[in-house]
């Protein structure tokens, strides 16, 4: 069986960066990928985004970045699949190599937010929600999320002050994080206090959209040249994707996608997600890293909000998430996410987290979702 | 503004109107010809009641473009007596607090405005507490 690898792997701070463009911030981060690999070259570029279309009025993305890139000539596609765009992305660069047609893909991640502001900005998000039936209402990702946390408040009443343990634990890993957008910790009280921003969902419970760009070189393990550092491999990986409105769904506090593709990849993995060293979950507001929690069977129905209760989630707890800060502190570049992650998770299995190390990482759980779990793609990624 | 679009829903919009699963007999909002119940083709047109409660809700503080003029407004999932689950904005609200479980009806309004004077204004279904005389 071919292995696939991670031989490298770069990534630009997240943040607001009106100076920089599209096709700048993904030659950044793929320039730091290839040149972590030691020289290999793609065969393949897949490049993961949401929004650019409709914020900085420009599709076709493989060709523009193959062409800004260096990489002019090579094969080149946009992957989009939401917020689950950069995960789906990786997807398809790990199959490129499975299937045979590629010894190497570049996956970047890029999103452009600030290209627009405000309403508009708002606007390009309700893309990813039911355009007849959903945005027509004015039903955003972030009302989605509300009514989520309503729900759930209704059918298991935890007290409200819990969900900022997961705000709390994203904001002191990002601390130490030099790519993340807020590097601040928060305190119990600034999250109480915070203003409402679709209610019950307040200022802190949502992840910030933001600009970033990262990418991973994925190689056949067995070409790979002499590596200069420690090799991660890809050993799961999958997407199942669900109903897109809220309002078609059984169970809307049950994340099936993120259920199956747990299920899915862990299997491939022969692993049981309890065996993950690390878990960067899709955290864009804190009832979903709740209910991610609980569908990738950490906690029962209706009682994940726990897990953040007694430091069990932070670096040195039992089940790491957000380790960087997740998209809650280091930001949410859209498309980019599922490779924020992916970075993320192998500079822990490389043991070169820093201040942010998760005391023997072998093995992590990445994972994001499109919209309220409509798509979910799953790796498990482990140190060879 | 995109008019053929608007236009084509407009059964859906302005009546609520749905499809019936001929095999099951699942009830079926919005309509999608294919009965996600019994996998069967359910093409046959349906006219929900318009009465509903409130499944879960939301007030919006940060309006997307279109919906700048409304802030703050609230959405609602509405579960539709007949099942279906069906997104919408709550009015006619006045002072009441909305709760789940809150009985509601459909009623037509305006549900967004294009930007320039000549842009389309859209209606369709929103749903507004039931009202006293209606359940009667």
Redesign the interface.
């Known amino acids: 069986m071919t292995e696939v690898v991670i031989a490298g792997i770069g990534q630009v701070p997240v943040g607001e960066h009106y100076n920089a463009s599209l096709r700048g911030l993904a030659l950044d981060a793929i320039e730091l990928a290839l040149r972590d690999a030691g020289g290999l070259r793609p065969d393949i570029l897949y490049v993961a985004n949401m929004l650019a279309p409709v914020i900085s009025g420009q599709a076709h993305l493989g060709a523009l970045i193959a062409d800004f890139g260096g990489l002019v000539g090579i094969e080149a596609a946009t992957i989009e699949a939401g917020g689950a765009s950069g995960g789906a992305a990786l997807r398809m660069g790990y199959l490129a190599i499975k299937a045979g047609q590629a010894n190497a893909a570049l996956v970047v991640g890029v999103e452009k937010i600030t290209d627009q502001l405000g309403?508009?900005s708002?606007?390009s998000?309700?893309l990813n929600v039911?355009s007849?039936?959903?945005a027509?209402?004015?039903?955003?990702p972030?009302?989605q999320a509300?009514?989520?946390m309503?729900?759930y408040q209704?059918e298991y009443n935890p007290p409200r002050a819990a969900f900022g343990g997961f705000a709390r634990v994203a904001h002191a890993n990002a601390v130490s994080n030099p790519h993340a957008m807020y590097r601040s910790a928060l305190s119990a009280e600034a999250y109480d206090q915070a203003s409402?921003?679709?209610?019950?969902?307040n200022m802190f419970d949502v992840a910030p959209a933001a600009d970033g760009a990262a990418a991973v070189l994925l190689a056949r393990r067995d070409l790979l040249p002499q590596a200069t550092h420690p090799l991660v491999r890809i050993s799961g990986s999958s997407q199942a994707s669900g109903r897109l409105?809220?309002?078609?769904r059984e169970d809307?506090l049950d994340l099936e996608p993120a259920r199956v593709s747990v299920e899915r990849a862990c299997r491939q993995a022969a692993i049981r997600p309890g065996e993950v060293d690390l878990f960067e979950l899709y955290d864009s507001s804190s009832i979903l890293a709740v209910l991610s929690l609980e569908a990738a069977g950490f906690a029962p129905h209706g009682q994940g909000w726990r897990l953040a209760q007694d430091g069990q989630l932070g670096l040195d707890g039992l089940l790491p998430i957000s380790t960087f800060g997740g998209l809650k502190a280091r930001g949410n570049p859209g498309g980019a996410t599922g490779l924020y992650q992916a970075v993320e998770a192998a500079l822990q299995l490389r043991g070169e987290a820093g201040k942010n190390q998760v005391p023997d990482a072998h093995r992590a759980l990445i994972q994001c979702l499109g919209g309220p779990a409509a798509n979910a793609v799953t790796h498990v990624l482990e140190r060879t | 503004m995109e008019i053929p679009r608007h236009w084509r829903l407009k059964k859906q919009r302005y009546s609520l109107i749905g499809e019936v699963c001929p095999h099951c007999d699942a009830k079926l909002f919005p309509p999608r010809d294919i009965c996600p119940h019994c996998g069967n083709e359910a093409r046959t047109e349906y006219q929900f009641s318009g009465k509903g409660e409130v499944y879960s809700f939301t007030t919006i503080f940060d309006a997307p473009a279109g919906f700048e003029n409304t802030v703050p407004y609230t959405v609602a999932l509405v579960k539709l007596e007949e099942g279906p689950v069906v997104t919408a904005q709550l009015t006619d609200l006045g002072d009441q607090p909305v709760q789940i479980g809150m009985p509601v009806e459909m009623v037509t309004r305006r549900l967004r405005q294009d930007g320039d004077e000549r842009g389309v204004i859209l209606y369709g279904y929103k749903f507004r507490p039931l009202l006293a005389h209606a359940t009667a």
């Open positions: 309403a508009g708002e606007a998000q309700m039911d007849d039936y959903e027509v209402q004015g039903m955003t972030i009302s509300a009514m989520l309503r729900r209704y409402v921003v679709s209610d019950p969902l409105a809220l309002h078609d809307i």
